[in-house]
């Protein structure tokens, strides 16, 4: 396993334009998402849609942002791209899997009083 998950990190690195970042950010998302399928005997190969639904209904139970769920979409959707590519695999599980809705933070806005006193800084 630990070969076929380096071999993906590797795909990534070559074929993608991704940071580095982001690939370090899949790599942990893979590799916590194989873990909670060994916890529940199952075979990342067999997994089904129901399957990646359980596991993001376990990280929203685990209070993770929808940001982060979001990317771990993500990360198992180009995981099974990658398994269908090599041949691992003959089914893609995340095919019509929804991401969540992220929410979108307004900015932080200045008060009245905030704005009169940077307006009453000297400029030098």
């Known amino acids: 396993m630990s070969?076929?998950?380096?071999?993906?990190?590797?795909d990534?690195?070559?074929?993608?334009?991704?940071s580095e970042n982001t690939i370090?950010?899949?790599s942990r998302?893979?590799?916590?998402?194989?873990?909670?399928?060994e916890e529940n005997n199952i075979d990342f190969k067999g997994a089904k849609r129901g399957n990646?639904?359980?596991?993001?209904?376990?990280?929203?139970?685990?209070?993770?942002?929808?940001?982060?769920?979001s990317r771990s979409i993500a990360?198992?959707?180009?995981?099974?791209?990658?398994l269908l590519k090599s041949n691992i695999v003959n089914y893609d599980p995340t095919i019509d899997l929804e991401s969540p809705k992220v929410e979108k933070k307004?900015?932080?806005?200045?008060?009245?009083?905030?704005v009169e006193k940077l307006l009453s800084i000297p400029i030098t």
């Open 3 to 10: 070969q076929i998950l380096d071999d993906f990190v590797d």
């Open 12 to 18: 990534l690195t070559n074929n993608k334009k991704l």
């Open 24 to 26: 370090e950010s899949y």
């Open 29 to 37: 998302d893979i590799k916590q998402y194989l873990s909670y399928l």
């Open 52 to 69: 990646i639904i359980a596991y993001i209904l376990y990280l929203k139970k685990e209070n993770k942002a929808p940001s982060s769920i």
């Open 75 to 82: 990360s198992i959707r180009s995981f099974y791209h990658f």
């Open 106 to 114: 307004m900015p932080e806005i200045l008060t009245i009083g905030e």
